[in-house]
């Protein structure tokens, strides 16, 4: 404690109240300290910082210190940090990228975010696609291609699968006929009568011969399904088609996949393809 007079002794300075007396002692010296540290450590901070609020800014203090410049310094740390592995990403050809485990794993993370961001609304955060809309990601099943180099190309590019509307085309029972071949396929019961009448009405010219797909054109003898297993929306992709001009064909599946060519660098893009494959099992 601090040395202080006895009460007695000290003067006061004329207020008393009920025989309390408020005395002139100087207040304790660790009190004094504290005090005056304070007011210099106020005034240094408001030379160093923006403190003074003006009308349209505030003032700028000594050191031009901004959140703004700190955030951007941070980011340009982290960047140098990643320089080295984004030229290496690039430089990599596909198959060393996908087998060195630490490049891998750069990859996959930092495409995590980007995933996020740009891929996540449609696709869904874990990939799994939307049925009737948005194609799974995370199995090893695929419209165009699950390589890496197919994988970059759906991303840069953009995809649009088309299939015509048949309605015009082919008669009630002929669609009819089809619809049956197809639900009867994707459950092993395909018919030699069914698969010869698919490829007549040619069907065979996208989805192949054997109905397996490939180039944009589903598998249809699997239990996958891009818009629905029923025999109304398999009716409905038959009668209507995919990407069809919608003031035309207004029952038409919408299928667009846009293009990030110049949206994400080349690096980001083949980061988030390297974490497509491997949502898709990494085959
Ligand atoms: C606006 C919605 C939308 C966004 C955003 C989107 N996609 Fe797609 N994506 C689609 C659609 C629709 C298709 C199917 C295209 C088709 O059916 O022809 C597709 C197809 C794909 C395919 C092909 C799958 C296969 O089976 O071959 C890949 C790979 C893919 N997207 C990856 C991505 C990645 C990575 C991103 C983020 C950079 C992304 N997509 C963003 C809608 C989207
Ligand atoms: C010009 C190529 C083309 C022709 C011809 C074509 N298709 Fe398709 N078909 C596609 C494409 C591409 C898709 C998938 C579109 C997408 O996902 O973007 C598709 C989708 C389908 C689907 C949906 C499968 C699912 O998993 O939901 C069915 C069913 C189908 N086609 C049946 C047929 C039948 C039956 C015929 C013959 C009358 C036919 N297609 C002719 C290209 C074609």
Redesign the pocket.
């Known amino acids: 404690m601090a040395k202080q007079n006895k009460p007695q002794q000290v003067p006061d300075t004329g207020y008393e109240w009920d025989g309390i007396r408020e005395l002139t002692n100087p207040p304790p010296r660790w009190w004094m300290i504290s005090f005056h540290a304070s007011w210099i450590f106020c005034v240094i901070y408001f030379i160093l910082y923006p403190s003074i609020p003006l009308i349209h800014d505030s003032n700028k203090g000594l050191l031009g210190w901004t959140q703004i410049k700190e955030f951007k310094e941070a980011v340009a740390e982290n960047d140098a940090i990643k320089a080295p592995y984004l030229k290496k990403i690039a430089e990599m050809d596909n198959q060393a990228l996908l087998a060195d485990p630490a490049m891998r794993n750069f990859a996959e993370s930092s495409a995590k975010a980007i995933f996020g961001d740009f891929c996540a609304g449609c696709h869904g955060a874990g990939g799994q696609g939307a049925l009737?809309l948005f194609?799974n990601l995370s199995d090893d099943n695929w419209?165009y291609g699950g390589d890496l180099d197919t994988i970059i190309e759906t991303i840069t590019d953009g995809?649009?699968?088309?299939?015509?509307a048949?309605i015009e085309?082919?008669d009630e029972a002929g669609?009819n006929t089809?619809?049956d071949?197809?639900i009867a396929s994707s459950q092993g019961k395909a018919t030699p009568e069914g698969l010869a009448y698919?490829n007549e009405?040619?069907?065979?010219?996208?989805?192949g011969e054997n109905a397996a797909g490939g180039?944009?054109?589903?598998?249809?003898t699997d239990t996958?399904?891009?818009?629905?297993?029923s025999r109304d929306?398999?009716l409905r992709?038959?009668r209507y088609?995919?990407?069809e001009d919608p003031e035309d064909v207004p029952q038409t599946?919408i299928?667009k996949m846009p293009a990030f060519e110049g949206k994400l660098s080349p690096e980001s893009i083949k980061m988030l393809a390297v974490k497509v494959h491997q949502l898709g099992g990494g085959k």
Do not use: K, Y
């Open positions: 009737g194609p419209l995809r649009e699968g088309s299939m015509p048949h085309m082919i669609i089809l619809t071949f197809v698919f009405a040619g069907c065979a010219d996208c989805h180039d944009g054109a589903p598998n249809l996958i399904w891009r818009f629905g297993s929306e398999v992709t038959i088609g995919v990407n599946r299928a």
